[in-house]
């Protein structure tokens, strides 16, 4: 692709460069017949010469940008898909019950979990988990096996794929985010 890439820009820059030179001898050409005919003079030659020189320089750098003006395109395009794009949990929502007796316990009921981004990547298959109000625990193991999707499902930043997260027997899916996340676990 980097080979491909830098010989399609060779030959693009060679064309440029050949064509640039070659409309440069011929205006030469027609500027001297027009200077040795006495149509113009010798500085208005010269000054029609430095304002094509100029602007061709000005092209040439121009087209030399083309490559670098797409990735910016396409950047462009996925930062403002990012920003557009809706959230499967919205943060700012009041809907949802509140739970009037809030002791806290924690239940994964056969939880399973993929990333959105990475469809190809289980995090978490029949995940279950109950944590009893007040219990304490500690999450171990090897880098990628579920730790941080494990607390990012509980604070609710992600919805199980499969299966239930339930606080205090109810499914954190219908509780009101903002009241839920303001309580202390």
């Known amino acids: 692709s ?3 890439r830098a010989n ?6 060679s064309i440029t460069n050949s064509v640039m030179f070659f409309s440069l001898a011929a205006l030469f050409r027609l500027g001297a017949y027009l200077v040795n005919q006495q149509k113009i003079t010798f500085e208005d030659l010269l000054l029609c ?3 094509i020189v100029f602007g061709a320089q000005s092209v040439g750098q121009t087209a030399s ?6 990735k910016a395109v396409d950047s462009a395009e996925k930062i403002v898909e990012l920003l557009n794009r809706q959230p499967a949990i919205d943060n700012s929502s009041r809907d949802g019950d509140e739970i009037s007796n809030f002791g806290g316990g ?3 009921v056969n939880v399973n979990f993929i990333y959105p981004n990475r469809p190809e990547s289980i995090v978490l298959k029949n995940f279950k988990l109950k944590i009893s109000p007040g219990q ?3 999450l171990v193991g090897t880098s990628g096996c579920g730790k941080s999707t494990t607390i990012q499902l509980v604070e609710r930043f992600y919805d199980p794929t499969i299966g239930q997260l339930l606080i205090d027997s109810k499914d ?3 509780l009101n985010l903002q009241w839920y996340r ?3 676990m």
């Open 49 to 51: 010469f430095n304002c």
């Open 2 to 4: 980097s080979i491909k």
């Open 182 to 184: 303001s309580q202390s």
């Open 106 to 108: 924690l239940e994964f």
């Open 8 to 13: 399609l820009f060779s030959i693009f820059f």
């Open 172 to 174: 954190i899916r219908s």
């Open 136 to 138: 304490r625990i500690a």
């Open 65 to 70: 940008l083309a490559p670098d003006y797409r």
